[in-house]
């Protein structure tokens, strides 16, 4: 099997360390939310055909995307990405992460370049709220200093489905026809993992439809998604 780029792992692996890095407790309230959402989950039916070509949508205001995250211990999360605007070319891009532990958003502006490329995006700004709801911003030479956090919701961008086999995948999403499938490798310091992904044009932002783990059995599905209406949670 081809492997794609780095794009899918990272936005997962980034919640695990970030869960190890600042060992908070479980919140009861988040946990009870998050459990109920994904119990009242019911698969849309919707189909979508196959592919026409190798494209993948461009990116637009307004678009977004949410996948269900479970764990390898069994605990659930909501992964929300969303375009919330434009700045002198660069797009504003949202990431709201829903955990046992409580809620997280990153709202980075980024200039995408080529999107078969992630070595062409350009972080321009970041702005991140904490669980507590306590606001940070990074702009100039202090983006470089927390590039590694960033990095990987800007590589979930980056699509390149050039010789990759097709198979069918259905989600609470849909039915997708020949999604292009792929392994996506990811590495964070001494961390390591693998994934086998499944990727369709019809989803905007990252094409993104399903991941499970190879060497951590953990999933990503695609839950819902839209062309329009996302707004932000960051100001």
Known sequence: MKTALLRV????LSGCL??????????SAAKTDIDRRVAVLVPSGQ????????????LLGGQWTQHKLTSDKGEHSLITYKIVGEDSGAYWVEVANESYYGKTV???LLSVGDRMNPNTME?????????????SEWEGPTIQLGKSMWQGSVNMLAVSWQGLPQEAMNVVAGN????????????????HTS????????VPISGLVKSVGIDHPSTMELI????TGATSEIP
């Open 195 to 202: 994934s086998t992904t499944w990727m369709h044009p019809a």
């Open 123 to 135: 972080i321009r700004a970041v702005k991140m709220k904490d669980k507590n709801g306590k606001l």
């Open 176 to 191: 997708f026809t020949a999604c292009f499938k792929a392994r996506t490798d990811a590495s964070w310091g001494g961390w």
């Open 224 to 227: 819902g998604f839209g062309e």
């Open 9 to 12: 792992a990272i936005p997962v």
């Open 106 to 108: 990153t709202k980075i």
């Open 47 to 58: 189909a979508f055909p196959a592919p026409a070509g190798l494209v993948p949508k461009p």
């Open 18 to 27: 970030f869960l190890l890095a600042c060992g908070p407790s479980l919140d």
